[in-house]
């Protein structure tokens, strides 16, 4: 991850606080507490995007983006072919080649292909500005989807936006409440929209469904 990026969420680990009553209570299961802010009023999902990204494994260009805010879902695919054959060469020997591969196109097209990451940066801008001006938590668990992202918006000639605010997820990773949850998303995203793990909003969704389960939220 970029530096300028490691710092941001270094900053938020030590002056963000969690508020929520189901914030507190996921926080006490771990050794440590999210970066995450809310108010009072707020729902828990009212201002977290959950996002995931495909990309190839050796070179790391960005294929796909998912993301979920609310219930309000987002996907973009690289049409691109020369990218496409080089993810047909790169996932050749991986396992989960076959599933990301198989899936990239598929999904509901929100706004579906795409060509290059800039062109992906501009969409997911224009896809969360129905929330402006509150803040956004930029919700991943895995930190190449944000560096990807970051990297996308300075190749679309855009700042990271002032309102969106990065959350680190990989505290749910491997947590059996969590793990549940999202076997559960990726069984109603292969029935809504025929795709499942490893494809980018899957995952999203599955991301959205363990946070909403480990904290223990209804939203």
Not at 45 to 51: K, T
Not at 74 to 81: L, Q, T
Not at 123 to 137: D, M, N, Q, R
Not at 169 to 181: H, K, M, Q, R, S
Request: glycine content about 6%; aromatic content about 8%; some cysteine.
């Amino acid at each position: 991850m970029h530096r300028k990026l490691r710092r941001r969420e270094r900053t938020e680990g030590r002056s963000l606080t969690i508020r929520q009553p189901q914030q507190l209570a996921l926080a006490a299961r771990f050794s440590r507490k999210l970066p995450c802010h809310f108010t009072r009023s707020q729902s828990p999902l009212d201002n977290f995007v959950f996002i995931d990204s495909e990309f190839t494994p050796v070179t790391r260009r960005w294929l796909s983006l998912g993301a979920v805010l609310g219930d309000k879902e987002f996907y973009a695919h690289e049409s691109d072919n020369s990218v496409l054959a080089l993810a047909q060469k790169e996932f050749g020997a991986i396992a989960v080649g076959p599933a990301v591969l198989a899936q990239l196109s598929e999904g509901p097209p929100i706004p579906g292909p795409v060509n290059g990451s800039a062109a992906m940066a501009r969409a997911i801008v224009a896809w969360a500005k129905s929330a402006e001006p509150c803040t956004l938590h930029i919700c991943y668990d895995y930190s190449l989807d944000v560096q990807l992202l970051e990297d996308a918006l300075e190749a679309a000639g855009l700042c990271w936006p002032a309102n969106w605010q990065p959350c680190n997820l990989a505290i749910l990773n491997g947590d059996p409440t969590a793990e549940a949850a999202r076997r559960t998303a990726w069984s109603d995203c292969l029935r809504r929209h025929r795709v499942q793990q490893h494809h980018a909003l899957a995952d999203a969704i599955a991301l959205q469904a363990a946070y909403r389960a480990q904290s223990g939220s209804n939203a």
